[in-house]
């Protein structure tokens, strides 16, 4: 089955330190990858939406100086925050969307990663 | 605007009863998907279920079942003979279209107690 595979798990860094968490459909091509934050007891929030080989669109309120995302391929993509602090621990968690999945009938039109929980200190 | 509303924000019961989850959307679109995801402890979404705005039929698969109903837009999650394993944050979800991102109630945290 797809499969997206989103790396660390896990990280616990000091505040001012940017960290980079990757997105990657292992098998299938992904046009679309969205990022979502959930802070502790509180639903999924859509952060932005990025699309391969052109820039990432944002939700209002969300800071794109802040959250860097980086769709170079097809099955990679990059979110980066940048100088991040104790208020942007969060879990992140990114989706792929199979551009086939439509018409292929498939249950799931998106596949989670398993998240990473981000401590910032 | 899409929205998905789930009044339970956290149930406890004891092993072996049933319960029910509730979850009430709001769209415009005449087609739209729902769907149910379990988050336990560990974070990751486990996908449960997808229904078409087209079909109303209700579905049981094991102790699951889901009941759609149209005209209340609600979309309830009723498991049977709940175990322990059953303990999880629930999300019902929306979405509009295939390309498009989900828009996740707020949630509904289950506890079942041995």
């Known amino acids: 089955g797809a499969v997206v595979s989103q790396h660390p798990s896990w990280v616990i860094c000091k505040s001012g330190t940017s960290v980079k968490i990757e997105c990657r459909s292992l098998?299938?091509?992904?046009?679309?990858m969205f990022w979502y934050r959930q802070f502790p007891k509180q639903s999924l929030m859509l952060m932005a939406t990025?699309?391969?080989?052109?820039?990432?669109?944002?939700e209002q309120g969300v800071e794109k100086d802040k959250f860097l995302i980086n769709h170079a391929s097809l099955t990679l993509s990059t979110l980066t925050v940048t100088s991040a602090h104790p208020e942007d621990s969060s879990f992140y968690i990114c989706?792929?969307?199979?551009?086939?999945?439509?018409?292929?009938?498939?249950?799931?039109?998106?596949?989670f990663g398993d998240g990473t929980r981000l401590s910032i200190l | 605007a899409q929205k998905v509303t789930q009044a339970q924000t956290e149930i406890s019961v004891v092993e072996k009863e049933d319960v029910t989850l509730d979850c009430v959307y709001e769209?415009?679109?005449?087609?739209?998907?729902l769907f149910w995801y379990k988050q336990p402890p560990s974070g990751e979404l486990v996908f449960l279920i997808r229904?078409?705005?087209?079909?109303?039929q209700n579905e049981i698969s094991g102790r699951y079942s889901w009941n759609f109903q149209k005209s209340t837009s609600s979309f309830n999650f009723t498991i049977t003979a709940s175990q322990v394993v059953d303990s999880a944050v629930y999300f019902c979800?929306?979405?509009?279209?295939?390309?498009?991102?989900?828009?996740f109630g707020p949630g509904t945290r289950l506890s079942v107690l041995p």
């Open positions: 989706s792929a969307r199979n551009r086939d999945s439509q018409f292929q009938g498939l249950n799931q039109p998106q596949h």
């Open positions: 098998d299938f091509q992904a046009t679309t």
């Open positions: 990025s699309n391969e080989g052109s820039k990432a669109t944002y």
């Open positions: 769209t415009r679109d005449t087609t739209y998907y």
């Open positions: 229904r078409n705005s087209f079909d109303e």
């Open positions: 979800a929306l979405l509009r279209r295939y390309g498009q991102n989900f828009v």
